[in-house]
Nanobody
Framework: QVQLVESGGGLVQPGGSLRLSCAASGSIYSINAAGWYRQAPGKERELVSRINAGGSTNYADSVKGRFTISRDNAKNTVYLQMNSLKPEDTAVYYC???????????????WGQGTQATVSS
């Protein structure tokens, strides 16, 4: 069974940084596209950033220039480096990954349980 586990959230002051990690474990053949989403209280879940199998990335306008997504295929891990954090970045951050779990092409999208990031003075 495949699992995604996020870590790295916490409380940080405005202007600070956090690095989120999303580690995939289980029967993994390959991780295709992966991404980070966030959900603030009273708001809908929104896409923050995605990275495809080839390493191409895209970002929400609100985080461009401040956040960087990356992946380590050897560790089956996706990262989100968040710099210059603002109070409006406060949310639960979720990892999402399209994973092939067999060499026969079986694949599906998995979600992590989320990690809280709070930006406050």
């Amino acid at each position: 069974q495949v699992q995604l586990v996020e870590s790295g959230g916490g409380l940080v002051q405005p202007g600070g940084s956090l690095r989120l990690s999303c580690a995939a474990s289980g029967s993994i053949y390959s991780i295709n596209a992966a991404g980070w989403y966030r959900q603030a209280p009273g708001k809908e879940r929104e896409l923050v950033s995605r990275i495809n199998a080839g390493g191409s990335t895209n970002y929400a306008d609100s985080v461009k220039g401040r956040f960087t997504i990356s992946r380590d295929n050897a560790k089956n891990t996706v990262y989100l480096q968040m710099n210059s954090l603002k109070p409006e970045d406060t949310a639960v951050y979720y990892c999402n990954a399209d994973i092939s779990y067999s060499r026969y092409g079986n694949r599906r999208v998995f979600w992590g349980q989320g990690t809280q990031a709070t930006v406050s003075s």
